[in-house]
């Protein structure tokens, strides 16, 4: 299986920040990974796909980029909205695999 | 719009089993894959289940495996997932959401909470 390893865990962050959260994966993925947020109560949202293409309707503060066993979800300037646990998912081969979150909260 | 609306979750004791179902609409359901991820309460998301467009293909999460079955309809627009030897640790809530190659997971249901516990 292939395992999906982000970073940090936590994260503490002022609105108007950069924000940077790093996944990496056990073997080479290629591009496929995938990057969701998620906010108590609620099903996981998809923000980006085949590592670094916007979703539709997503704000473009946020964006993705890597390949192979690197990648990194950026949020060029944190907004209110955006304080939630963040995923990233391998769809590269079965199991599909998540990683295991990284909550970003105010600081 | 698309939309996956779980159900079927409740209190099951350990060692039972439920059968939770997914009614998709807002999209042609047969021509799209399908999973089950579920998320422990507290925890991160785990996937637990996928089935291909026609149903000829299932995979399984090694933690379920042996004990869930997926399946679906597709005359009915539904996706199904029979739950038998029901564990503490399958406690959990249950989101079904639709697949596609390039784009990954997406949509997911509003999911659905089983708890096992007697």
């Known amino acids: 299986d292939i395992q999906m390893t982000q970073s940090p865990s936590t994260l503490s962050a002022s609105v108007g920040d950069r924000v940077t959260i790093t996944c990496r994966a056990s073997q080479s993925i290629s591009s496929w990974l995938a990057w969701y947020q998620q906010k108590p109560g609620k099903a996981p949202k998809l923000l980006i796909y085949?590592?670094?293409s916007l979703e539709s309707g997503v704000p473009s503060r946020f964006s993705g980029s890597g390949s192979g066993t690197e990648f990194t979800l950026t949020i060029s300037s944190l907004q209110p909205d955006d304080f939630a646990t963040y995923y990233c998912?391998?769809?590269?081969?079965?199991?599909?695999?998540f990683g295991q979150g990284t909550k970003v909260e105010i600081k | 719009e698309v939309q996956l609306v779980e159900s079927g979750g409740g209190l099951v004791q350990p060692g039972g089993s439920l059968r939770l179902s997914c009614a998709a609409s807002?999209?042609?359901?047969?021509?799209?894959?399908m999973n089950w991820v579920r998320q422990a309460p507290g925890k991160g998301l785990e996937w637990v289940s996928y089935?291909?467009?026609?149903?000829?293909?299932?995979y399984y999460a090694d933690s379920v495996k042996g004990r869930f079955t997926i399946s679906r309809d597709n005359a009915k627009n539904s996706l199904y997932l029979q739950m038998n030897s029901l564990r503490a640790e399958d406690t959990a809530v249950y989101y079904c959401?639709?697949?596609?190659?390039?784009?990954?997971?997406?949509?997911w249901g509003q999911g659905t909470l089983v708890t096992v516990s007697s």
């Open positions: 085949k590592a670094s």
């Open positions: 998912q391998q769809y590269n081969s079965f199991p599909w695999t």
């Open positions: 089935i291909s467009s026609s149903g000829s293909t299932i």
């Open positions: 959401a639709r697949e596609t190659m390039i784009v990954g997971i997406d949509p």
């Open positions: 807002g999209f042609t359901f047969s021509s799209y894959e």
